[in-house]
C-alpha cells in the first residue's frame, strides 16, 4: 500500500464521515442512488431528498415500476433533470437485462445510462469491493494539489494522466474505505476555498502545501463568457387553475410541467388565443426571474392573464390547481414564479 493511501485509510477511520444515511447499507440502489444525487449537488442538500425518495421507492423495483413523472415529482428542486430521467431508465434496464440483480462490476455498471466512469467505480468498490478508481471533482482537486498537477482537469490529456494517477494509488485492500477517505478529504478538508490543510493527513508530502500554491490548483476552467438568454412566459389564470405544459424528454427541463412560453412576434393575449382560450383583462407582468444553469443565464419574464376555456385539447397540457403543484415536476424558477404569484395573492383560491 501506498503512504499515500495508507495516510488516507487510517485518516478516514478517525475523522472521516461516517452517519451520512447512505453509509449504513452495501445496498447498490441505495448507493447508486446517493452517487447520482451528489453529482453537481451538496450533501446537505441531497439528504432530505435521498430519504423522500427512499420512501416512495424503497427498492429498484418500486422505482422501475413508476411512471416517470412521479420520479420527476420527488426531484423537483434538485435540478439536473437528465439526473432522474437516466435513474429511472436505467432502474427499468436493471429489470429488464439483469433479472432485477444490480450488475456487480464497474465494466456493467458504467454502462447503464447516466452512470460514468467515476460513479461506476465508487458503486463498484463501496458495495462489492472492486478494486476500482474513482476521480470527481474533489478527488481531482485533492490529487492535483497534492501531486503538483498543472493544468486544467477538463482538457483531456490532463485526466487522462490524473486517471493513471488515481489507479497507481489504489490500495490492495480495504478499497471501499480508501475511495470514501478521498471524498471525505476533498469534500471537508481539501475544500476548493480555504482548504485546512492543518488537519490534512498527507499535507507533509502535499506540493501544493509546500509551494503556497493551493489557490492555484487544480488549475481553473479558462474564463469564458456566460451566454445571456431571455424568455416571457405565460401565466394563464383560469379561476383557481393555472395552464402548464410538459416539455419533450429532451432539452431544458425534460419531461418536467414548465409554463408555456410566449413567441417572440406575440403579445401574451395572443398567444393565449393560439391556445383557445378567451381572455379576460389585460396581462400583468411579474417581476422578472434569474436563474442560472451550467451554461447560460437565464431571464424570465412571466405575464399572467385570466381566461376562460379549456384550451389546447393535448394529454401534455393541463390545467392544475396549487394543490397540485407539490405532486408535480415543476423546474424551480417556474416553482418560483407560481409561488410568487400565489403571495401576491393574484389570486389563486
Known amino acids: 500500500m501506498s503512504a499515500f493511501a495508507e495516510a488516507l485509510i487510517a485518516w478516514q477511520k478517525q475523522h472521516g464521515r461516517h452517519d451520512l444515511p447512505w453509509q449504513a447499507s452495501r445496498d447498490a440502489y441505495r448507493v447508486w442512488l446517493s452517487e447520482i444525487m451528489l453529482q453537481q449537488t451538496q450533501v446537505d442538500t ?28 420527488l426531484w423537483s428542486g434538485l435540478g439536473y433533470y437528465a439526473r432522474a430521467r437516466n435513474l429511472h431508465t436505467a432502474a427499468q434496464q436493471v429489470v429488464r437485462s439483469h433479472g432485477g440483480r444490480f450488475p456487480a462490476t464497474a465494466a456493467e455498471i458504467a454502462e447503464l445510462p447516466g452512470i460514468g466512469r467515476s460513479t461506476a467505480a465508487a458503486i463498484a468498490a463501496f458495495c462489492f469491493g472492486e478494486r476500482a478508481a474513482i476521480l470527481d471533482g ?61 488537519e490534512c493527513p498527507v499535507t507533509n508530502s502535499c506540493v501544493a502545501r509546500q509551494q503556497g500554491r493551493q489557490a492555484e490548483l487544480p488549475t481553473p476552467r479558462p474564463t469564458r463568457v456566460v451566454p ?39 403579445d ?13 383583462g389585460v396581462a400583468k407582468a411579474l417581476p422578472p426571474l434569474r436563474h442560472a444553469f451550467t451554461h447560460f443565464r437565464l431571464t424570465l419574464e412571466a405575464l399572467v392573464l385570466d381566461v376562460v376555456g379549456e384550451g389546447v385539447s393535448d394529454p401534455a397540457w393541463r390545467w392544475t390547481s396549487q394543490q397540485e403543484w407539490d405532486s408535480l415536476g415543476l423546474p424551480t424558477p417556474v416553482r418560483r414564479l407560481l409561488n410568487s404569484l400565489v403571495q401576491d395573492d393574484r389570486t389563486l383560491r
Request: proline share 6%.
Open 138 to 198: 474533489n478527488v481531482k482537486r485533492v490529487l492535483a494539489r497534492h501531486f503538483g498537477i498543472d493544468g486544467f482537469p477538463g482538457v483531456r490529456a490532463v485526466e487522462q494522466s490524473m486517471w493513471a494517477l488515481a489507479e497507481s494509488l489504489l490500495p490492495a485492500q480495504g478499497v471501499d474505505t480508501y475511495t470514501q477517505s478521498l471524498m471525505d478529504l476533498g469534500a471537508t478538508v481539501c475544500t476548493r476555498s480555504r482548504p485546512r490543510c492543518a
Open 46 to 73: 441531497v439528504i432530505p431528498y435521498y430519504q423522500r425518495f427512499l420512501a416512495r421507492f424503497p427498492d429498484l423495483a418500486s422505482l422501475a415500476a413508476a411512471p416517470v413523472d412521479d420520479v420527476l415529482a
Open 228 to 266: 445571456e438568454r431571455q424568455s416571457r412566459v405565460l401565466i394563464a389564470c383560469n379561476g383557481g387553475a393555472v395552464l402548464l405544459q410538459k416539455r419533450p424528454a429532451h432539452g431544458i427541463w425534460g419531461g418536467l410541467y414548465a409554463l408555456p412560453e410566449i413567441p417572440d412576434e406575440l
Open 268 to 280: 401574451a393575449e395572443a398567444h393565449a388565443l393560439t391556445l383557445g382560450l378567451r381572455v379576460v
